[in-house]
């Protein structure tokens, strides 16, 4: 909850409560896709969803995320 409130709240435009719902719902996939986790060794969900799929596999087998 604090990453959410430090990374993206602060900084987001809340003009009304349609807008921050809006941007809100953002900030989470970001957040979910995209931003680093230290459980996750400082890597993003997709990247570490993405070698957990290709762990073990060639590169030309490795599935896309």
Known sequence: VKTIKRD???IMPKPDGLTAA??????FEHYNEWHPHSALG?????EYLRQWACNGLSDNR????
């Not at 809006?22 to 900030?27: D, G, I, R, S, Y």
């Not at 400082?42 to 997709?46: A, C, F, H, K, V």
């Not at 490795?62 to 995320?65: A, W």
């Open 42 to 46: 400082y890597r993003s969900p997709r």
């Open 22 to 27: 809006k941007n809100l719902a953002e900030a």
């Open 8 to 10: 993206y709240i602060s």
């Open 62 to 65: 490795c599935l896309e995320i």
